[in-house]
């Protein structure tokens, strides 16, 4: 009479390790097409983190502990003309505002997750894991469930790999990079070629737009503070959006 009770457990522990397999597999399958552009940004701004005076052990301890491209990319001309620390950090957190929102979209998907599993949650998290994750489960009838955690780690664990082996890269090679190369364009390239396929619908759309007109609008805004204005009002506008459209259909 043991034995069926035990053979239950088996086959429960196997069809949730399959349901974890199969999710995570269906986010590094969505992530796929952005890793390419997510090296070419990698290395660009390890090139750069050589480039602005960092030494490669310095710039090896940014990449690994800082984990921003934007951040990064914000912070080094500060850097370079010595500026403040206080301002080098004030300008990194206004560039990674956007985080904030995310994780208050995310958090009733990972609420009951401990404090460290949450916490490493927003360490990986990248701007295309939300992008990917929220479409697929914002209208989820239940969250919280072990599908939509495991589709995200496969969306932002291979991504962490790939910016960190691609940052690592361009640190070792920065030194070899003619001077005139323009990194910028190449750093502008590599986010068009991850943001462009995502315009695939209406709301999408709409959002980019807002985000758009927005950002170019808030140019003028002290340590990038239009960047974080056009993150809210490409959400808000997205979401109107997408109401909308439903409701006309």
Not at 36 to 65: D, P, Q, Y
Not at 197 to 203: D, E, G, I, R, T
């Amino acid at each position: 009479m043991a034995a069926e009770p035990e053979s239950t457990l088996l086959d429960d522990a196997r069809a949730i390790r399959a349901e974890r397999i199969e999710a995570f597999k269906s986010g590094v399958h969505a992530i796929v097409p952005a890793l390419i552009a997510t090296g070419t940004w990698g290395m660009v701004t390890g090139v750069a983190m050589v480039k602005s005076g960092l030494t490669e052990s310095m710039a090896l301890a940014m990449t690994l502990l800082l984990y921003a491209g934007s951040a990064q990319l914000t912070s080094l001309p500060l850097i370079a003309s010595g500026a403040p620390l206080w301002l080098i950090f004030a300008a990194g957190f206004v560039v990674n505002l956007r985080f904030v929102i995310f994780g208050a979209a995310l958090q009733p998907y990972f609420r009951h997750l401990p404090w460290p599993k949450r916490l490493g949650l927003g360490y990986f998290t990248t701007d295309m894991g939300f992008v990917l994750f929220m479409p697929r489960y914002g209208d989820a009838a239940q969250r919280g469930t072990r599908e939509q955690l495991w589709f995200f780690v496969g969306t932002i664990a291979p991504s962490w790999f790939v910016w960190q082996s691609s940052s690592i890269i361009g640190i070792f090679l920065g030194s070899m990079v003619p001077a005139t190369w323009s990194l910028d364009f190449a750093a502008v390239l590599a986010l068009l070629a991850i943001t462009i396929p995502l315009a695939n619908s209406k709301p999408m759309l709409v959002s980019m737009l807002a985000a758009g007109v927005t950002a170019w609008v808030g140019q003028t805004l002290p340590l990038r503070l239009g960047l974080a204005v056009a993150v809210v009002a490409g959400i808000v506008a997205g979401m109107w959006a997408e109401r909308y459209f439903k409701g006309k259909a």
